[in-house]
């Protein structure tokens, strides 16, 4: 059963900056399509950025500039530099893997939260 767990989280200031990490088991990990969610409280989960197996990524509207996705095939890890942190950047954020054209390998982490005070 594949694993990702997710690290990193924690409560900064506006303006200040976090890095999260997620580790997926498995010996996949090069072939997937890495993503990183967020759920802000009262509020349904939203993607923040995406990376391609390739390293092409893409970011929504309101993080471009802030936060850069990466990804080290070697550690089997994707990360998240979230820069210049805003209270609306606060929730729980999570990392998703799934490797295209293949439905049963889809999967989820637990979560690790975000809180940015103002």
């Known amino acids: 059963q594949v694993q990702l767990v997710e690290s990193g989280g924690g409560l ?6 976090l890095r999260l990490s997620c580790v997926v088991s498995g010996t996949f990990f090069s072939f997937y399509v890495m993503k990183w969610y967020r759920q802000p409280p009262g509020n349904e989960r939203e993607l923040v950025a995406n990376i391609e197996s390739d390293g092409r990524s893409n970011y929504r509207d309101s993080v471009k500039g802030r936060f850069t996705i990466s990804r080290d095939n070697a550690k089997n890890t994707v990360y998240l530099q979230m820069n210049n942190l805003k209270p609306e950047d606060t929730g729980v954020y999570y990392c998703h ?12 982490g ?3 939260q975000v809180t940015v005070s103002s």
């Open 12 to 17: 900064v200031q506006g303006g200040g900056s």
């Open 110 to 112: 637990r979560g690790t």
């Open 97 to 108: 893997a799934y490797w295209p054209g293949r439905p049963d390998y889809i999967y989820w």
